[in-house]
């Protein structure tokens, strides 16, 4: 079974530019969550979908979004991009919402803003 | 707040050496711990979790975790490590809640493995 993809694996953007992430969940996965990993503040939650609903949101500015479709499959985006949104984007997905469902990560997305 | 610390930043030990990662937690109540390990460049593997009861797990690549109450830890440790170890290691928590898959992390222990 396929692991969890995210694309593209690489980006580089400039301020002010907005971006979006992908993520396609393993099959048969419903749940899709997001972190950023930074060095300075580490692996932070950023939201989570499951049934095309946001069901849980960390403490990030709105310019941070998402959603997801109806195959589980996941986008962010990120807007008025800043030089602090630099990070590691990963995307995690598991079978549902409950808290015993282990959450599988992807590769991650490396934004690189400048 | 939840939090995770992962009091150790950065450990350097000898290839067939033994290893503990420490791992100390505060919640409200017993969460669910896991331990995720990170390759240069690669997402986030499950080494083993913890829900409920037999306090000491076993995971993959031959890693086993204890979970104490009383000391609000959950350390993991490898009797004898092995080159293909050297990664960053986070601790995390996670809510005893249906429906709530937020994962805290601590800030990851760097493990360098001397030949």
């Given at each position: 079974k396929a692991g969890v993809t995210q694309t593209p694996r690489y980006l580089i953007k400039t301020r002010g530019q907005q971006v979006t992430l992908s993520c396609s969940p393993i099959s048969g996965h419903r749940s899709v969550s997001w972190y950023q990993q930074t060095p300075g503040q580490g692996l932070q939650f950023l939201f989570e979908y499951f049934s095309e609903t946001q069901r849980n949101k960390g403490n990030?500015?709105?310019?941070f979004s998402g959603r997801q479709f109806s195959n589980s499959r996941s986008e962010m985006n990120v807007s008025t991009?800043?030089?602090?949104?630099s990070a590691l984007y990963l995307c995690a997905s598991s079978?549902?919402?409950?808290?015993?469902d282990t959450q599988y990560f992807g590769p991650g997305t490396r934004l690189t803003v400048l | 707040a939840q939090s995770v610390t992962q009091p150790d930043i950065h450990i350097t030990v000898s290839e067939g050496a033994s290893l503990e990662l420490r791992c100390n937690y505060s919640y409200g109540a017993t969460p669910y711990l896991f331990w995720y390990v990170q390759s240069p460049g690669q997402g986030l593997q499950l080494l083993l979790k913890y829900f409920s009861g037999d306090t000491l797990v076993q995971g993959i690549k031959g890693f086993e975790a204890e979970f104490k109450r009383s000391q609000s830890s959950f350390n993991l440790r490898k009797p004898s490590v092995h080159w293909s170890d050297a990664a960053e290691y986070f601790c995390a928590v996670g809510p005893p809640i249906q429906g709530a898959q937020k994962l805290v992390f601590g800030q990851g222990t760097r493990l360098t493995i001397n030949p």
């Open positions: 990030f500015p709105g310019r991009l800043e030089l602090g949104d079978l549902g919402v409950g808290s015993t | -």
